[in-house]
């Protein structure tokens, strides 16, 4: 098994706490609406959200299966698994999300997501893909601040 890492990092105005609960806690509910194109449901197969919950991520070009490992609510802290479906392919054997969500003293945040990708019988992995996935998840953390914003500017009285 071939193991290939990427790591980005992402400086968000939103703060830790409130783009945790957003994308990590509130992900099935806050997802498929800040990412309608992309997300349609995510659904808990399995758990209480916490570790060895087993959640379905269902989209237009197919479904993924992932396992969330640790939570830590506190520290801003995940770590999940993605065990099936259409994101691993023919390559991949699973793919093993972390990210940290560190407050910044002007309120918003640093997400830092690091990525390792287990290939099959030590199968190479183009950069392109890893690039990729790299500028989806950073568009989708954008699109999530998008649509936190897009609440609170509408929830507010004049």
Not at 9 to 37: C, M, N, Q, R, Y
Not at 47 to 73: H, L
Request: with cysteine.
């Amino acid at each position: 098994m071939g193991v290939y890492t990427s790591e980005i990092e992402h400086v968000s105005p939103i703060s830790a706490a409130k783009l945790f609960k957003a994308i990590i806690l509130d992900g099935p509910t806050i997802l498929p609406k800040a990412l309608p194109g992309i997300v349609k449901s995510v659904e808990i197969i399995e758990g209480d959200g916490g570790p060895g919950t087993i959640r379905k991520f269902t989209s237009a070009k197919g479904y993924s299966i992932n396992e969330i490992e640790a939570i830590d609510k506190e520290k801003y802290e995940f770590r999940n698994n993605v065990r099936e479906g259409r994101k691993l392919g023919e390559n991949l054997e699973k793919i093993c999300n972390e990210y940290k969500m560190v407050q910044r003293k002007d309120g918003g945040c640093i997400v830092k997501k690091t990525t390792k990708y287990y290939t099959k019988n030590n199968q190479t992995l183009d950069e392109k893909y890893l690039k990729a996935d790299d500028d989806a998840t950073i568009a989708s953390f954008k699109a999530v601040e998008d649509f936190l914003w897009l609440i609170l500017i509408t929830t507010k009285s004049p």
